[in-house]
Nanobody, 122 residues
Framework: QVQLVESGGGLVQAGGSLRLSCAASGRTFSGYAMGWFRQAPGKDRDFLAAIDWSGGRTYYEDPVKGRFTISRDNAKNTVYLQMSSLKPEDTAVYYC???????????????WGQGVQVTVSS
């Protein structure tokens, strides 16, 4: 059992930056791959980025590659999503996810956070 809680969302102007955090508790955090997703109004939930248990392997989807950075601090049981050069189309609810399998965290993760709103104004 893993519990995930996102924080750090809010309102930001286009071109600005924001860092989301996801704090984990329960089973050993370092043993899980972690991912970030987002869901805009009326849209499906889309995968954004993933990071393996060690932090040595990452993967990004094209819409955020070069602008967003996923990282983790296992000593703090926390995964981060640093977002830069934000655009209005980045507006969505952002979700943290966890799964023991790096190959599955992007598709069908075992655990989800509650989501946090990010709004980018033009």
């Amino acid at each position: 059992q893993v519990q995930l809680v996102e924080s750090g969302g809010g309102l930001v102007q286009a071109g600005g930056s924001l860092r989301l955090s996801c704090a984990a508790s329960g089973r050993t955090f370092s043993g899980y791959a972690m991912g970030w997703f987002r869901q805009a109004p009326g849209k499906d939930r889309d995968f954004l980025a993933a990071i393996d248990w060690s932090g040595g392997r990452t993967y990004y989807e094209d819409p955020v590659k070069g602008r967003f950075t996923i990282s983790r601090d296992n000593a703090k049981n926390t995964v981060y999503l640093q977002m830069s050069s934000l655009k209005p189309e980045d507006t969505a609810v952002y979700y943290c996810a966890a799964d023991p399998d790096f190959a599955r965290v992007w598709k069908r993760p075992d655990y989800w956070g509650q989501g946090v709103q990010v709004t980018v104004s033009s």
